[in-house]
């Protein structure tokens, strides 16, 4: 009985070892590496709501560089759409299989969406860092140097969970507001190289 005690504590031990969380690396490293990735895609859940409406949908986002490679799908597969941003244009292909370009594209996401989120911005955002491109932002760290907090110009981002991906935190929940919208996203998973 004794022995099986001891090899129960010993594979305990040995279990909370492998389970040790990542060493905290300083922020400034993290973020640098962060806001360095190039590439990465994940899926997850959205759900979004104005002062007067509010819709959610599956996510499937993919970023190379760049560009921005989102799906939107409604409720059982009610309604959707599908934006491409090259950085500079915006595609939007509504799920009637209509497509538009340019500033019709723009105008056409703030129809389905009700608002134009910061696509640009986003990129970084999605990833837990500040966009290295506009000035001005305020971070909040929690104990493991990861961000819990970022206002950068009218957009309030928190982070809500973390989820580990080899040495790195990647959010797994995120809450975005900027005025009455509020948006709020929960990654199922994390694809990176």
Known sequence: MRALLAWS???LLTGCHTLAPVAN???????AALQAI???????????????DGFSAALRWQ?????SDLLLRGPLGVGGA???YDGAVLRVTAADGSQLEGEAAHAELVRLLGFEPPLAS?????????????????ETLDDMQRLSHLQQGDW?????????DGARWL?????????ALRLRLRVANWQLP
């Open 171 to 179: 959010p797994r929940r995120v809450a975005i507001q900027h005025g």
């Open 9 to 11: 504590v010993l594979l």
């Open 38 to 52: 190039d590439y990465y895609r994940f899926n997850g859940q959205l759900a979004a709501a104005t002062a007067t």
């Open 63 to 67: 970023q190379q560089g760049a560009a």
């Open 82 to 84: 599908h934006l491409v």
């Open 122 to 138: 986003l990129r970084y955002w999605l990833l837990g860092v500040p966009d290295p491109a506009v000035p001005g932002a305020t």
């Open 25 to 31: 690396t300083p922020w400034t490293e993290r973020r």
């Open 156 to 164: 309030r981002i928190d982070y809500d969970e973390y989820l580990r």
